[in-house]
Nanobody, 118 residues
């Protein structure tokens, strides 16, 4: 059974930090490209960050560049998103996504809510 389970969301004040985790199981995590997406209330889902299989490459949306850091621990089958200097506009449900180039398989987590408010 394939599972992607996000955790670490919650309420944080502007300027604060949170670290999100995405625990993966049921598929070869280390062979999959991983991404974070987010969806704010009433808006379309948007891409946030990407990390390659062995962490050699990372990419970020302009809106989070310099504030967020994507990382992964293949030994623990876990993806992370460190979020610093949080802004109210970062408020959204955050989702992790796994993608296999060779098989064309994609998996999504159910999301974790991040609320940035004073």
């Amino acid at each position: 059974q394939v599972q992607l389970v996000e955790s670490g969301g919650g309420l944080v004040q502007p300027g604060g930090s949170l670290r999100l985790s995405c625990a993966a199981s049921g598929f070869p995590f280390s062979s999959y490209l991983m991404r974070w997406y987010r969806q704010a209330p009433g808006k379309e889902r948007e891409w946030v960050a990407t990390i390659s299989t062995a962490s050699a490459l990372t990419n970020y949306a302009d809106s989070v560049k310099g504030r967020f850091t994507i990382s992964r621990d293949n030994a623990k089958n876990t993806l992370y998103l460190q979020m610093n200097s949080l802004k109210p506009e970062d408020t959204a449900v955050y989702y992790c996504k796994a993608s296999s180039r060779v098989s064309n398989m994609e998996y999504w987590g159910k999301g974790t809510l991040v609320t940035v408010s004073s």
